[in-house]
């Protein structure tokens, strides 16, 4: 049911690819709640994937843009206020990739170009989206940017490789970006932690079906659903949420804060049993 929560507002969506997306499923939400929305992604993600279907849907413009370009993001900013007819409200930085983790490159024997692309492509793409934002004026005040993390960010999920600390990289700069930010327009900056999520980026780290299900048994609420994402993402960038920035919003069924659960103590304990056999 829509409560229009983002009646008359703009945005940006990136990172659509499919309908497994958490990008694809809010911009579906956003539109539902009222919004006018841009889609974008790189050149090759939109050969690749399915986003003039979702543009279909949500009678958006798609625009490409590769995150990594200054010159294409400045591009973006102008073009899409000119479509949109006037600045955005909201902008979701939903955009990943670890050419490590794609070659099954180890992390202690990192390829460090791999890494630096890592590092650009998931993290520093953050601080250019705001970057050529904030040259463009292109969000309007108690305007809201949310980026989606992992609490790899935090502690260590070894299969999670390199894309841990550019996670760690994303959240920093949402940090920092937003106190300037939010002085100069009172935009707010934050990042979503997110369960492991059935998405086409999450599907391809190394060890994903033990992430999902070992977290699936630590979350006293199970795994937030890329669905729920979406509707947080929505909520974050309604007026309800104006004064919350800086922040790393863990929406992961309770996971983040709990040391053992019932499941996990009693999976430990089966194991137990059968090994003693």
């Not at 889609?39 to 590769?66: E, F, H, Q, S």
């Not at 007819?85 to 490159?105: A, C, E, Q, T």
């Not at 932690?193 to 033990?210: C, E, I, K, M």
Request: charged residues 20%; neutral net charge.
């Amino acid at each position: 049911m829509s409560h229009q929560l983002l009646k008359g507002k703009k945005g940006i969506i990136f990172g659509a690819l499919d309908e497994r997306s958490i990008a694809w499923k809010t911009a579906l939400v956003a539109v539902a709640e009222g919004a006018e929305i841009v889609l974008t992604n790189a050149p090759i993600a939109l050969r690749m994937g399915k986003i003039n279907d979702l543009a279909k849907l949500c009678n958006a413009t798609v625009i490409a843009a590769d995150a990594t370009s200054t010159a294409d993001l400045e591009n973006l900013m102008q073009k899409s206020m000119e479509v949109l007819g006037g600045k955005v409200d909201f902008i979701l930085h939903s955009i990943g990739m670890s050419p490590n983790v794609r070659k099954n490159i180890e992390y202690t024997n990192t390829n460090y170009e791999n890494f630096l692309k890592t590092l650009d492509i998931s993290a520093l793409s953050l601080h250019r989206v705001l970057q050529a934002a904030m040259k463009a004026d292109a969000i309007n005040e108690w305007g809201s940017v949310v980026a989606l993390s992992y609490i790899a960010a935090q502690r260590t999920f070894p299969g999670y490789n390199d894309m841990a600390d550019a996670k760690a990289l994303l959240e920093g700069i949402a940090r920092s970006f937003g106190f300037h930010y939010g002085l100069a327009k009172k935009v707010r900056v934050n990042t979503i932690s997110q369960s492991p999520t059935v998405t086409t980026a999450g599907s391809g780290v190394a060890g994903f079906d033990v992430f999902y299900s070992y977290a699936e048994k630590m979350s006293p609420l199970g795994n937030a659903s890329a669905d729920d994402c979406a509707n947080y993402c929505v909520m974050m960038f309604s007026d309800f949420t104006r004064m919350v920035t800086m922040q790393n919003l863990f929406h992961d069924g309770g996971f983040s804060t709990t040391g053992a659960s019932k499941m996990v103590v009693e999976a430990m304990n089966q194991n137990l049993i059968e090994e003693n056999k």
